[in-house]
């Protein structure tokens, strides 16, 4: 009788380099919001993944950067307290960015993590050449001793499947780490947040995202259907026009996105009212950052 495998594995790499769009691929489901934007994830977000004989945990994390802020700062302690825990690290590198000092750094700190069985990943092999690849694969085999070297699309689907069949075998033996009917380790509260957090970051300028926070205020049940309030939270009095826009316009379609996206996440209408807020500062402030979840 084969022996039952479960573990958890952990996407690491620069911010902006198809982790969270990978994890939702091999999932099948959209658990981690996605966007153009860098430094788009925040939180430890699991997703689970079953098999007949192995269950999977994937952790998708925040990317690993220079922090300029005590917000950048927790993000990478983050990171670091998480690979502390997991059986499968696996390290990220786009095709069509060059191997740099960044991915250097990340993967030498990767030994301090002896325990976790390490395998490189290849990302957004959908946008290079054969020979750009090619090469983009001898550069990420130099950066280390690889259990395994994937090129994978999370985008496209090419070779998730086989990514996920390596992951699973790297898993060690283990009893079930989690109930069948669990999907992911986030609240739809979590999740509410997220989606909305994810229209904002796609619709407002560049100069924007890493000041966006959301929390949930509260949710109003009634016969018709649940009135979800929100806030959308923004470091200074210009930010908040921006996030508005002319008579409420960016707003509503900031609004208007998320809400489809919240419908499709619950199966149900909702009504989706989100309130701008100013908290000066806040990426850099102890205080603010804790009433924000950070």
Same mark, same amino acid.
């Given at each position: 009788?084969?022996?039952?495998? +479960?573990? *958890? ?12 769009? #990978? ?51 927790? =993000? ?20 069509? @960015? ?14 301090? *993590? ?5 395998? +490189? ?11 750009? =690849?090619? @090469? ?11 259990? @395994? ?18 992951? *699973? ?31 904002? #970051? ?18 109003? =049940? ?73």
């Amino acid at each position: 009788m084969t022996e039952f495998r +479960a573990g *958890f594995v952990s996407f690491v790499g620069r911010p902006n380099v198809g982790k969270s769009t #990978l994890m939702n691929a091999i999932v099948g489901q959209k658990f981690a919001i996605t966007s153009s934007k860098p430094q788009t994830t925040r939180k430890a977000i699991r997703a689970i993944l079953n098999r007949e004989d192995s269950q999977l945990i994937i952790v998708d994390l925040p990317g690993v950067h220079r922090p300029r802020t005590l917000l950048g700062q927790r =993000l990478n302690d983050l990171v670091t307290s998480t690979l502390t825990d997991v059986d499968v690290i696996a390290f990220c590198s786009p095709a069509n @960015e060059k191997v740099g000092p960044g991915d250097k750094h990340i993967v030498a700190d990767l030994e301090r *993590f002896p325990k976790s069985r390490k395998i +490189a990943i290849v990302t957004k092999v959908d946008t290079v050449s054969k020979e750009r =690849l090619a @090469e983009h694969l001898m550069d990420v085999q130099a950066l280390g001793d690889w259990a @395994e070297i994937v090129p994978v699309s999370g985008l496209k689907g090419i070779q998730v499947e086989l990514l996920s069949d390596l992951l *699973f075998k790297q898993l060690p033996v283990s009893p079930k780490l989690y109930p069948d009917d669990v999907e992911t380790g986030e609240s739809d509260d979590d999740l509410i947040c997220e989606l909305v957090r994810e229209a904002a #970051l796609e619709l407002v300028d560049d100069e924007l995202p890493h000041s966006l926070a959301v929390t949930l205020d509260e949710i109003v =049940l009634s016969d018709d259907k649940p009135n979800i309030h929100v806030s959308l939270w923004v470091e200074r009095d210009s930010q908040k026009g921006i996030v508005i826009g002319k008579a409420g316009s960016m707003l509503k379609k900031i609004g208007s996105e998320a809400r489809t996206q919240i419908q499709a996440l619950l199966g149900y209408p909702v009504h989706l009212s989100i309130q701008v807020r100013v908290a000066p500062d806040w990426q850099r402030n102890p205080k603010q950052l804790g009433k924000l979840g950070f």
